[in-house]
């Protein structure tokens, strides 16, 4: 025997509370996220390149000696855009990108 399809009414009664749910609960939550915001917090909002960017988000994984994938610059690079913006290209070795913190939208 086949399950019954659910009413509307049923649905719409076990699921209201998703309707109150913020739009992106987990913005700014990540380690990565918040590794990143705190390196830019630190250096008065940059400019700072990938590198330093990448020395508070996986301070544990440098501290043990272990080296960066390729990866794990896509995560930093992919969270800086969210809260930096880019400001143009390092001097050093493989002229990296370099991040300024982006202004605060003010809602009004």
Known sequence: ????????????SKFR???RRPA?????N???QRGVERALIVHNGGPITTG???EYAYALRQYK???LRSVNYVYLRRALDRIADRVGHGRGRGRPWLWVLREPMIDN
């Open 1 to 12: 025997m086949a399950p019954q399809p659910r009413s509307r009414r049923q649905f719409t």
């Open 17 to 19: 509370n998703l309707l």
């Open 24 to 28: 992106r609960p987990a913005l700014g």
């Open 30 to 32: 990540g380690r990565v």
């Open 52 to 54: 330093v960017a990448a």
């Open 65 to 67: 000696g272990e080296r």
